[in-house]
């Protein structure tokens, strides 16, 4: 994520990803490539939902905590771009910077409190509203009303996201900059381990996952299916048994609430764990073939080492006045709730939002197969939402087949293509300030070492401290989450909640993206286990096997 200001400079274009802007001005944008949110091309729909209504929910948020910046998100050559921007004239900014200063101020004592009270109930509401329309009973009118709702909604979601999120990402950054200015001879990781051990809801899938792969001791015919079967074969293998049905029976209570969920958080053409539970399988496996300990067990001992880390250093600060030990405190809690926060946002927004969206296109799907305009319910996907509301107005007719095959055919193509991080206006680097800050923080856009081939050496961010020697396992699609064997390295482009059960296989982490803010910062400091973020060149330059070392308090990586 970029933010665009003074003294611009065009960016050179490879000449593997030419671009043809739509509009003139996207190429004055300093656009970003966000792989940590989407590594992979996205479908066209995606494309235009998060384009439009997530987009405009976003400007709303950041308008509600009065910052004076919008985003601009754009699908280019099927990758995902976006852009911060000022949303008021240069001559304004100065003004409106104060008044930006003075609302985050006022919102980070209240943000976890308004999520618990205001906004998570309301977002509840939502859900229980799309898990109670029958969309297959609906007429073509009940159908494209409840799209209308489905997409006020879904903006209304996003909006809610930033609104909280800003502060929550915005507290712990400050926390870190208030205790390394507080206590001297301190690392970032020493503040990040005052804020660890918070209860989320990426932990609670985890440990439900966990227990429930303690059950399979219990039968000797499920233990030998989930060791010897694929993974996407496994439910109908334990079909075929009384103690695999009721085996099944388990994984659905497990589906039913943990389920509306995918590999991704933006792109809705990926398949929720509702609708193939194979990659679910696949973290099970990973926990039946394991350890068999108990992972909230060495969750408590960090919450009783968060503990002590707290009292210490309120010891070492003591001697301050009374305001700035007050501060300390606050801005400590606030960061804390900002930590969990960062996890429970993600499951009742960006994965469930995502969940009931896909659960709507996917009946217009189905009533354009029907017609023969698509050939299959998931090439839908392949269309615009304008395209997919009009066709519906026509009782679902047209012929959009030939479209489909191109789209697909585009996708293919621009996935064999490594897009470049940043196009259009590169304005220099941003204000400093609390939000630039922790949007850096999140995102990891400070510099990093280039990679030194001749010592295999790569360079990130500290993202969970401690050394570990494994085998890496490149995965970039949490679908060939099952190679993880138990004690290696994950190296990945990216991870998001759902992968979250990997943490408590995995020795250590390696990402291509993010900083020590981002989700698998966070987790992997739950888990305790050392890990390396924004390691750019990591997927790229560690094979399949290699074995490595994880630095995660340097925030490097060796291949040895």
């Not at 709702?149 to 950054?173: C, G, N, Q, Y």
């Not at 503990?307 to 400590?332: C, D, H, M, T």
């Not at 479209?403 to 585009?410: A, C, D, F, S």
Request: hydrophobic residues 40%; proline residues 7%.
């Amino acid at each position: 994520m970029a933010i665009h200001h003074p003294e611009p400079t065009p960016i050179p274009m490879p000449e593997n990803f030419p671009v043809s802007w739509e509009d003139p001005g996207d190429s004055h944008l300093p656009l970003m490539q966000d792989r940590q949110h989407a590594p992979n091309p996205i479908t066209p729909l995606t494309g235009w939902l998060v384009e439009g209504y997530g987009c405009d929910g976003i400007v709303a948020g950041f308008a509600a905590v009065k910052q004076p910046v919008k985003m601009l998100i754009r699908r280019i050559n099927t990758y995902y771009y976006n852009a911060i921007v000022p949303s008021v004239p240069p001559e304004k900014m100065e003004e409106a910077g104060h008044e930006a200063e003075a609302a985050l101020k006022a919102a980070i004592p209240t943000f976890a409190e308004r999520w618990d009270s205001e906004w998570l109930p309301e977002i509840r509401g939502y859900h229980e509203t799309w898990n109670a329309f029958d969309l297959t009973a609906a007429s073509t009118d009940e159908l494209l009303a409840h799209l209308d709702w489905s997409l006020d909604t879904f903006k209304r979601l996003w909006h809610i996201h930033f609104e909280v999120m800003l502060p929550a990402l915005v507290a712990p950054s400050m926390f870190l900059d208030l205790y390394t200015d507080l206590i001297e001879g301190t690392e970032q990781m020493d503040a990040y381990k005052l804020m660890q051990g918070i209860d989320n809801n990426s932990l609670r899938s985890g440990d439900d996952l966990w227990a429930l792969s303690q059950t399979v001791s219990n039968s000797e015919t499920t233990k030998e299916i989930l060791a010897n079967t694929p993974s996407s074969q496994v439910m109908a293998a334990l079909e075929r048994s009384d103690e695999g049905k009721k085996f099944i029976e388990k994984i659905n209570a497990y589906l039913e609430k943990w389920g509306n969920r995918s590999d991704t958080v933006i792109e809705m053409g990926d398949p929720s764990w509702v609708e193939d539970p194979s990659i679910m399988i696949d973290n099970l496996k990973a926990y039946v073939g394991g350890s068999s300990d108990n992972p909230r067990d060495k969750w408590v001992e960090l919450v009783t080492e968060r503990e002590r880390l707290v009292s210490a250093a309120q010891e070492k600060i003591a001697g301050y006045p009374e305001p700035v030990k007050g501060q300390f405190n606050g801005i400590l809690a606030a960061g804390q709730a900002g930590q969990r926060i960062n996890e429970d946002h993600n499951w009742w927004i960006d994965q469930q939002g995502n969940h009931q969206m896909r659960q709507v296109f996917l009946e217009f799907g189905n009533r354009l197969v029907a017609t023969g305009a698509i050939s299959t319910r998931d090439d839908v996907f392949m269309l615009s939402g304008d395209e997919i509301i009009e066709s519906a107005k026509q009782e679902f007719g047209g012929d959009h087949r030939a479209t489909v095959i191109e789209r697909q055919t585009e996708m293919e193509k621009w996935a064999k293509v490594s897009p470049p991080t940043f196009i259009g206006t590169d304005y220099g680097p941003p204000p400093d300030n609390p939000v630039t800050r922790a949007i850096s923080r999140f995102f990891g856009l400070q510099p990093v070492a280039d990679p030194d081939v001749q010592s295999g050496t790569i360079t990130g961010f500290p993202g969970s401290a401690g050394k570990v020697t494994g085998t890496a396992r490149v995965i970039i699609q949490l679908s060939d989450a099952g190679k993880l064997n138990p004690g290696d390295i994950l190296v990945t482009a990216t991870t998001s909640p759902p992968w979250t059960p990997l943490f408590a296989t995995a020795g250590g982490v390696v990402t291509d993206t993010g900083g020590a803010l981002s989700h698998c910062a966070i987790v992997a400091r739950e888990y305790e286990i050392p890990a390396v973020v924004g390691a750019r060149a990591a997927t790229g330059m560690i094979k399949d096997g290699d074995q490595i070392e994880v630095d995660g308090d340097s925030g490097s990586v060796r291949i040895l």
